[in-house]
């Protein structure tokens, strides 16, 4: 299993350009979510989504889409990227509800994104 | 809502010894996991140990083990025989049981092994 991975690792963007940051995870999991990490702040959620068709804002959702057409892919876009996005991108994912042991989310390995 | 704290603002350590990350929460729900992970370098994020807030043991994974006292609202993780390797980020993080819950991360805590 190739667990979740995400593309680019890194990217440079101009100030207005838009751009999709990229995630899959191989592992059926139904729930997906998209953190941001800044220096200080911790991981802070984006998006999430509990399954197919389904999302939700999470904290910092503005500036932000997403969709989930499949279990397996869960895309971020950046619509109009600004300064202030420049950061790390995580996408992560995890088991449905039941146990929450098995909630553990497992990450990818992030996009380092800075907007000029 | 939830709210993860860690507070310590960088942690140093000498290389064989022990250390204690502090975490503290806040949450109404009686039915939550506590989480850590550790954020190396290179930056991916690494699972260390969960605790259920049901357990009634501490958990513990090889060297790391979760000092969990509920009535304080505190989940501290314990590195016992630190390793240069151990240098690092560690977060902490909650999610409570439900449908929809999200894993809420507080900011933090930078450790640095001395040898």
């Known amino acids: 299993n190739a667990g979740v991975t995400q593309t680019p690792k890194f990217q440079v963007l101009k100030t207005g350009q838009s751009m999709t940051l990229q995630c899959a995870q191989d592992m059926n999991h139904e729930y997906m979510s998209w953190y941001r990490q800044d220096p200080g702040m911790g991981l802070r959620l984006i998006h999430y989504s509990v399954g197919a068709g389904i999302t939700d804002q999470g904290e910092v959702p503005n500036g932000y889409n997403v969709s989930r057409s499949t279990t397996e892919d869960f895309p971020l876009r950046l619509l109009s990227a600004a300064p202030s996005q420049t950061s790390v991108y995580f996408c992560?994912?995890?088991?449905?509800?039941?146990?929450?042991?098995?909630?553990?989310?497992?990450f990818g390995p992030g996009t380092r994104l800075t907007v000029l | 809502a939830q709210k993860i704290t860690q507070t310590q603002p960088g942690m140093f350590v000498q290389e064989k010894e022990a250390v204690t990350l502090d975490c503290t929460y806040d949450t109404s729900d009686q039915s939550y996991g506590l989480f850590w992970y550790k954020q190396p370098s290179s930056g991916e994020m690494i699972f260390l140990i969960y605790?259920?807030?049901?357990?009634?043991q501490n958990a513990t994974e090889g060297r790391y083990s979760l000092n969990f006292q509920k009535a304080r609202k505190s989940a501290n993780l314990v590195i016992s025989a630190s390793q240069l390797g151990d240098s690092a980020m560690y977060f902490c993080?909650?999610?409570?049981?439900?449908?929809?819950?999200?894993?809420?991360f507080g900011k933090g805590i930078t450790l640095s092994v001395r040898p």
């Open positions: 605790q259920g807030s049901y357990d009634e």
């Open positions: 993080a909650m999610k409570y049981t439900g449908a929809n819950s999200k894993l809420t």
């Open positions: 992560a994912s995890s088991y449905g509800p039941g146990d929450i042991k098995y909630n553990e989310q497992f």
